[in-house]
Every structure is written in structure tokens, then in C-alpha cells.
T-cell receptor
Framework: AQSVTQLDSHVSVSEGTPVLLRCNYSSSYSPSLFWYVQHPNKGLQLLLKYTSAATLVKGINGFEAEFKKSETSFHLTKPSAHMSDAAEYFCVVSDLPGDSSYKLIFGSGTRLLVRP | DAGVIQSPRHEVTEMGQEVTLRCKPISGHDYLFWYRQTMMRGLELLIYFNNNVPIDDSGMPEDRFSAKMPNASFSTLKIQPSEPRDSAVYFC???????????????FGSGTRLTVV
């Protein structure tokens, strides 16, 4: 079965410094992986997705994630944090489609705090 | 496109009352999902539909919960009777999955914040 583990429940960075949110996945197949962001009292928004094309995926708001099969990782990065990046981030893996069992499996989330 | 539309945005009800949450997915999407989010449990998948047919309802916590999708543009999640522990934010999401590589991710609604007192 597919699963994701977000290694940090909270990450705190200073504005202007790099962001690293860690995610490891477990999958029997070549997975599809996503990062979603949830700002306070808002719905979830897709940041970026990996679907077996380029291993380095660029998303919105300057975020990137790199798929590393050897490490079963899909860490989210941003070179310079902005105050507006403060939110909760979810790493997500897809179930295998095509057999009526398509669904996304969400990690437990990482809350990003950005200090001025 | 207006996105996934959920109503109401907020609902406060008394214990024992029936609650109905509504969702309008994005036109053309063939999957619809209902999630519940709480501080203690995070995001939990309650049920999902494919082409209006319920595929997996194993996440529905109890018989008090029921979901329907009478057509491609509308779904409801009903709780009867409601209890204080049902207080949570309920999200609806829709998606389009074409071929086996066609994973497009979900589009989420803004959620319904339910408070049962």
C-alpha cells in the first residue's frame, strides 16, 4: 500500500532563508506525488506534482520538489522564505489509477512558521 | 470555472440535529471526495465517488454518516443525528483521471466548518 511520512510536524525559518520540508514515500509502483498547501482557515491548494516526467518539479510561489527514487524522498524546497509562506504543507501520494481505486493518501502535514 | 463549491461555509447546530453539507464539483470531473479535517486526526478520507457511484466508503465513521451523489454536479454529506465529536472542517474535492498516467491532483473546495454544540 502507498503511504507518505512527513518527517517534521513543525518547521520554523527566518524570512529570506531557505525552506526544506521533508517527505518520504512508500509505494509498490512508480508513484504520483504531490505537495498541497493549506493557509489558515482555507482549503487545500495544489503546489506541485510529480507524475514520472522530470524528477525536479517546479510549482507555484517559487517552490520546487525533487523526486529521488533511491531515497524514496520527495522533499519540498524554496530558496527564500516569505512571510506569506506560513501555512501547513501536505505531502501526498496517489493510489494506482485504472482499477477504480484511485485516491490520494495524505501525510500528516508540516506546519511552516516564518519569523520576521 | 468557479472551482469546487461547498455550502454552507459555517454551520452551527445542536446535538441530535440533522446536518447536510453540499458540494458542487468542477464540471467534467469524474471523481468526488469527501474529507474531514480535525486537529487530532488530520485529513481523513470519508468516501469517494467515481461517475456518481460510491467506490469506497470505508472511512465513513458511523451509520450516522451518509453521502449521496444524485448527479455529476451535486453531492451531499449528511449526519443524522449529529454529535459534538463530529465538529470538524469537511472538505469536498473533485478530480479528473483519464488514463493510467492521468493524475491531475484534486481541486478542493473551501470547506464547511461544522460545530455541534
Amino acid at each position: 500500500a502507498q503511504s507518505v511520512t512527513q518527517l517534521d510536524s513543525h518547521v520554523s525559518v527566518s524570512e529570506g532563508t531557505p525552506v526544506l520540508l521533508r517527505c518520504n514515500y512508500s509505494s509498490s509502483y512508480s508513484p504520483s506525488l504531490f505537495w498541497y498547501v493549506q493557509h489558515p482557515n482555507k482549503g487545500l491548494q495544489l503546489l506541485l506534482k510529480y507524475t514520472s516526467a522530470a524528477t525536479l518539479v517546479k510549482g507555484i510561489n517559487g517552490f520546487e520538489a525533487e523526486f529521488k527514487k533511491s531515497e524514496t524522498s520527495f522533499h519540498l524546497t524554496k530558496p527564500s522564505a516569505h512571510m506569506s509562506d506560513a501555512a501547513e504543507y501536505f505531502c501526498v501520494v496517489s493510489d494506482l489509477p485504472g482499477d477504480s481505486s484511485y485516491k490520494l493518501i495524505f501525510g500528516s502535514g508540516t506546519r511552516l512558521l516564518v519569523r520576521p | 470555472d468557479a472551482g469546487v463549491i461547498q455550502s454552507p461555509r459555517h454551520e452551527v447546530t445542536e446535538m441530535g440535529q440533522e446536518v447536510t453539507l453540499r458540494c458542487k464539483p468542477i464540471s467534467g470531473h469524474d471523481y468526488l471526495f469527501w474529507y474531514r479535517q480535525t486537529m487530532m486526526r488530520g485529513l481523513e478520507l470519508l468516501i469517494y465517488f467515481n461517475n456518481n457511484v460510491p467506490i469506497d466508503d470505508s472511512g465513513m465513521p458511523e451509520d450516522r454518516f451518509s453521502a449521496k451523489m444524485p448527479n455529476a454536479s451535486f453531492s451531499t454529506l449528511k449526519i443524522q443525528p449529529s454529535e459534538p465529536r463530529d465538529s470538524a472542517v469537511y472538505f469536498c474535492a473533485s478530480s479528473l483521471a483519464g488514463d493510467r498516467e492521468g493524475i491531475y491532483g484534486y481541486t478542493f473546495g473551501s470547506g464547511t466548518r461544522l460545530t455541534v454544540v
